[in-house]
């Protein structure tokens, strides 16, 4: 972790960077070295939202769930707790147009040349 904030640190890129990680420790250790430094937790499982924030022992910048893991409670819960979701990773324009659609701050793809043809960008 040490190597990444330094990376960070030296090419002055703190203002253009998210710490994306599944792992909380991650999380936690970033927080304490650079408190300011925008953080994203990625979830991969049905835990409830309240137990991986428990978890965490903060509320991260942004929340990362896989996409299929985004009903509508989850949005709520989010909403209410005004955390941002960048899901991961939509790959299919049908999936594009949906989250788009639902109002989620952001997602990651593996095909951005199919995003910018779906947000038309």
Do not use: K
């Amino acid at each position: 972790m040490d190597a990444v904030l330094t990376v960070i640190s030296q090419a002055d890129f703190s203002n253009r960077v998210t710490l994306l990680s599944f792992d909380h420790r991650v999380l936690q250790e970033a927080r304490q070295a650079v408190p300011a430094l925008p953080t994203c937790l990625l979830i991969e499982d049905q835990l409830p939202l309240a137990e991986h924030l428990e978890q965490l022992g903060f509320q991260p910048t942004f929340l990362g769930p896989d996409f299929t893991l985004l009903t509508d409670e989850f949005l709520r819960l989010c909403s209410g707790l005004n955390l941002p979701i960048i899901a991961w990773t939509v790959n299919e324009p049908s999936d594009m147009l949906r989250l788009t659609e639902l109002g989620i701050y952001g997602f990651t793809t593996d095909y951005p040349d199919r995003a910018a043809a779906v947000l038309r960008l």
